[in-house]
């Protein structure tokens, strides 16, 4: 636990990592979330996240390499947070530093995350910080938990 786990604005230079990490075909299978070539990548990116000011996000750094993001966005009257995490950071306690900092930062609530049901570490990383089941919801032929942060 002696590493630096921080959150910061995202800059252009955290981009080609990001997309890097979003390619990881084992990160696709188990979140169901598929990966964007690299031009719908880079727009996703500049207009639906960077370029709408009602989203929140942070790219997290560990010992100041970019390791992953979190977002928060709105869908309809719910807002919603999401995270991807690099690989080579899954299962070292990053995800649920940078979870807790960033819940801090964000402080709507009610939040609500929408993990694929079948990424157990997923679920129980939002359950550790007070998410609870509020259903299913389903994309595509993916069933999802729908999880809950009350105020």
Not at 105 to 132: M, Q
């Amino acid at each position: 636990m002696d590493e630096d786990v921080r959150l910061r604005d995202v800059t252009e230079a955290d981009l080609e990592p990001l997309y890097e990490q979003q390619l990881d075909a084992e990160a696709v299978r188990r979140s169901r979330f598929p990966s964007r070539e690299r031009e719908a990548f880079m727009t996703h990116w500049a207009t639906k996240i960077l370029g709408d000011s009602t989203v929140f996000v942070q790219t997290v750094t560990v010992d100041g390499e970019p390791a992953g993001s979190l977002v928060a966005w709105w869908e309809g009257q719910r807002r919603y947070i999401g995270y991807w995490f690099g690989r080579p950071y899954w299962g070292r306690g990053i995800g649920t530093r940078a979870l807790a900092l960033f819940l801090r930062a964000e402080k709507n609530r009610p939040l609500y995350a929408d993990p694929f049901i079948g990424n157990t570490a997923s679920v129980r990383l939002l359950e550790r910080h007070g998410f609870h089941h509020a259903g299913t919801i389903y994309h595509g032929d993916n069933d999802h938990a729908l999880l809950v942060l009350d105020a």
